[in-house]
């Protein structure tokens, strides 16, 4: 059933923190908690902070935020609605108490306006093979939701309240890990970078795993009044995207699986493979619906900010997909009942 004014698609926003090396942590966190004061004010569910270590000088830009529960208990404090949450939480950076207990503090700070994504992360334990790191997520993940449960140890506090394990969302690509959180009732949750059709058997594996929960994709987009303004002011940005994320990383995966071609012809088949969607309300709209279709999520958020962004762009992109964007956006009823459920 199509979405209407009165039944909106349920649609969040994901800031990965990332600033161009130039720009100043203060001012890179600064800019980004007026847009999110913005995103707030405009009517979006959720915003979801990413959290990065390791800094990469080499890279064209970063993220700066390492603790994103100490950003988000801010953010709430500043916001009158929308939920904040981790984008992810890395479960090996910290014990699985020590993240019990931060989960349990800022579910009390932000009064339950709260969602908890977690993972393994990127560039942690490099020294692990990809097997054993996700091995590792799966013991971390059990250890954390047994002393969230009381099973595990001694009481915590703050006393976890029971709403926390149903805000738990994780992001998992291997299949043993989909599967296990399949059989514990946690929603998982896929990222912005990987192309569509990469990302559908991961849902379609959670859900023949017997998963009940919910799952959610993330694209990147930029919206302008018409396609050529678009593209015009998010070049800059999208040459600096793709320098970090072309060849390397989900690209290389997927050109190793011969699920993308390893020469890249035109501008437009570097925004697909990078997986940004660029253009006017109603090109933004239409590719949306073809990822939401394609991966067979039950909920959508964006990603408005990249370095090389004005600020003034991304108010205005966020405000389109707000009120012109979103209310294209369809959802079949069985994924629209499970998204607010």
């Known amino acids: 059933m199509p979405a209407t004014a009165t039944r909106l698609a349920p649609m969040g926003i994901m800031n990965q923190m990332w600033a161009a090396n130039d720009v100043s942590d203060r001012d890179a966190i600064r800019t980004a908690l007026d847009e999110i004061i913005c ?16 800094v990469r000088p080499d890279n064209p830009f970063y993220g700066r935020v390492p603790a994103s529960e100490v950003f988000l208990a801010h953010i709430a404090a500043k916001t009158k609605r929308i939920k904040v949450g981790t984008g992810v939480r890395v479960l090996s950076t910290t014990t699985a108490q020590r993240t019990a ?17 977690v993972g393994l992360g990127a560039n942690q334990l490099v020294e692990e093979d990809r097997a054993t790191k996700a091995a590792r997520f799966r013991a971390l993940l059990d250890e954390l ?9 001694p009481a915590i506090a703050p006393r976890p309240d029971p709403a926390i394990r149903g805000a738990i969302w994780a992001a998992a690509r291997d299949e043993s890990s989909i599967d296990h959180l399949a059989l514990r009732g946690i929603n998982l949750v896929v990222g912005q970078a990987e192309m569509p059709h990469v990302q559908a058997p991961y849902i379609a594996r959670y859900r023949a795993a017997g998963g009940t929960g919910r799952t959610r994709g993330v694209r990147l987009v930029f919206v302008a009044p018409t396609r050529a303004e678009a593209l015009e002011r998010s070049a800059a940005a999208a040459e600096s995207y793709f320098r970090l994320m072309l060849g390397k990383g989900y690209h290389k995966h997927a050109v190793e699986t011969g699920m993308a071609p390893a020469t890249i012809q035109s501008d437009e088949e570097r925004r697909r493979l990078a997986s940004f969607i660029i253009g006017s309300p109603e090109d933004v709209a239409a590719e949306l619906n073809a990822y939401i279709e394609t991966t067979g999520i039950d909920q959508l958020d964006i990603m408005a900010q990249i370095p090389g962004l004005a600020t003034e762009d991304v ?15 369809s959802l079949n009823d069985v994924t629209a009942a499970r998204s607010v459920a």
């Open 39 to 54: 995103a707030d004010e405009l009517g979006f569910d959720s915003i979801w902070i990413g959290e990065h270590h390791h």
């Open 145 to 153: 939701l047994g002393i969230l449960a009381g099973e595990i140890g």
């Open 101 to 117: 207990e931060e989960m349990s503090l800022l579910h009390i700070l932000a009064e339950g306006r709260v969602e908890f994504g």
């Open 315 to 329: 108010r205005r992109s966020m405000s389109l997909v707000q009120t012109e964007v979103r209310p294209l956006i």
